[in-house]
């Protein structure tokens, strides 16, 4: 499920509304704190969730934090140092280099002083890590070196402290096998998509998990709730759980200055998307995997298990995807309907390629049922969930917009799918009688 708002009435400054339901965790905002306020990291929260009878509990102190009691129940002592603004008495910043590790999916970063605040990527040293501790390189060629890429403000860490996007070579300067963003800048920077000036938009679905039973949030342990239906975008301790981590997470990337466009609570309990957009080329996926960071540092703090399975339960529950919203230049101009239809038609083309790369364990998603189309048949519609590209109401009412790919798995990379949704819709040829051919397949008139 999705409430990504269209592309196009992005340039119209719609923004997705704010529909997230919560649960009771003890993360606290108290009425002094302000937006810039960065998130403490103090230890996990479960001592204040789980014991509250117990004295002790700690007093909002203004500021956006969590706070945690030690097993005595008095409050943690590392807090005051966490919280520390050590800006007036240094120039130096801390940066966090943030990188993909070998499964594809897990995230992994270091820390590193630098003298003086940084505005741009060139100006950051490149760095290096081991790569046979991730899965990167083998134990007697162990070397991996960290690129940065992009910057992002450090929500935890405040002040001019930095998170930072890399991306992983050899010491040759090639990229890795699991650098997928190598690949992506390539066909980001090919003049015919340059030009179409490609915007996304992601619906990143994500479930959290109760860390000792990984069993899903508001779930009873070994159990399962009422029927879906009562927990989209609902509110109240029965229906929602989680929305602290949610807006948590909301105010973080805002802080960070990732484009979050809007959050909601989703269909499945403990289930929950973000959408990430509009964004351009490249741009999507730096964001994305950042995203991902930081939410995976907020339920660290939870002491929860951020899951990206595309199908966390299995029977009659919805899985977790990664729609993506895409329009180009020429799809927002007058006529566009009829580019879009044309991308389509390339899409069912080379349908196996982009389910291949969509997402490991989709097949346990994309099964026709729960919104979703069959993982062996493509098929697309004007308003049809059921889909595996849907076209809004509003694209086919205008003549022009944007489409959306739903095929793509909540653990899909974001490097991956945007790259390959511009090669195969701009830079992609296929021959005449096969587009003859697939029209007639999918019942396309182009």
Not at 20 to 46: C, I, Y
Not at 67 to 95: C, F, G, H, Q
Not at 319 to 335: D, L, P
Not at 388 to 395: E, F, K, M, Q
Request: aromatic share 8%; glycine share 10%; hydrophobic share 35%.
């Amino acid at each position: 499920m999705s409430s990504f708002q269209a592309l196009h009435s992005w340039e119209k400054g719609e923004m997705a509304q704010i529909l997230a339901p919560s649960t009771q965790w003890q993360m606290r905002l108290p009425k002094t704190s302000t937006f810039g306020s960065p998130v403490a990291t103090t230890k996990m929260w479960s001592p204040l969730v789980l014991k509250q009878n117990r004295k002790g509990a700690a007093k909002g102190s203004g500021k956006f934090r969590v706070l945690a009691l030690s097993e005595n129940s008095t409050v943690n002592r590392l807090e005051k140092l966490l919280n520390m603004d050590v800006t007036p008495y240094t120039d130096k910043i801390i940066a966090e280099y943030v990188w993909i590790g070998g499964s594809g999916i897990d995230l992994r970063s270091k820390s590193r002083t630098l003298s003086k605040p940084v505005e741009h990527p060139s100006e950051l040293p490149k760095w290096n890590y081991d790569g046979s501790s991730t899965g990167q390189a083998p134990g007697e060629d162990s070397e991996v070196i960290l690129y940065p890429q992009a910057i992002f403000k450090d929500p935890f860490r405040g002040g001019n402290n930095i998170l930072v996007i890399c991306d992983a070579y050899t010491p040759a300067g090639e990229p890795i096998p699991t650098n997928k963003r190598a690949r992506a800048a390539e066909i980001f920077s090919n003049k015919k998509v340059v030009d179409e000036i490609p915007w996304f938009g992601i619906e990143q679905e994500y479930t959290l998990l109760q860390q000792n039973v990984k069993w899903p949030l508001g779930w009873p342990v070994g159990g399962y709730p009422g029927p879906q239906g009562p927990y989209y975008c609902a509110a109240g301790a029965d229906k929602s759980f989680g929305r602290d981590i949610s807006d948590a997470h909301y105010k973080a990337c805002l802080y960070a200055g990732i484009n979050i466009s809007g959050t909601n609570g989703e269909v499945m309990p403990g289930q929950w998307e973000y959408q990430v957009g509009p964004s351009v080329g490249i741009e999507a996926g730096d964001h994305i995997w950042i995203s991902r960071y930081i939410l995976e540092r907020i339920t660290e703090q939870a002491g929860v298990v951020l899951s990206l399975d595309p199908k966390p339960i299995e029977g009659d529950w919805n899985g977790a995807g990664c729609h993506t919203n895409y329009s180009t230049k020429s799809m927002r101009e007058e006529g566009g309907f009829e580019v879009i239809k044309k991308a389509i038609l390339n899409l069912s083309l080379r349908h196996k390629e982009h389910i291949s790369a969509y997402g490991e364990g989709n097949e346990r998603r994309l099964t026709g049922k729960h919104e979703t189309a069959s993982i062996n048949t493509f098929s697309w519609g004007v308003a049809n969930r059921g889909c595996s590209i849907r076209v809004g109401r509003d694209t086919e009412k205008n003549g022009k917009g944007y489409l959306e790919d739903r095929r793509p798995a909540s653990n899909m990379d974001p490097y991956v799918v945007t790259s390959l949704l511009a090669e195969t819709t701009i830079l992609y040829e296929p021959t005449l009688e096969a587009e003859a051919l697939a029209a007639q397949k999918i019942a396309l008139n182009v």
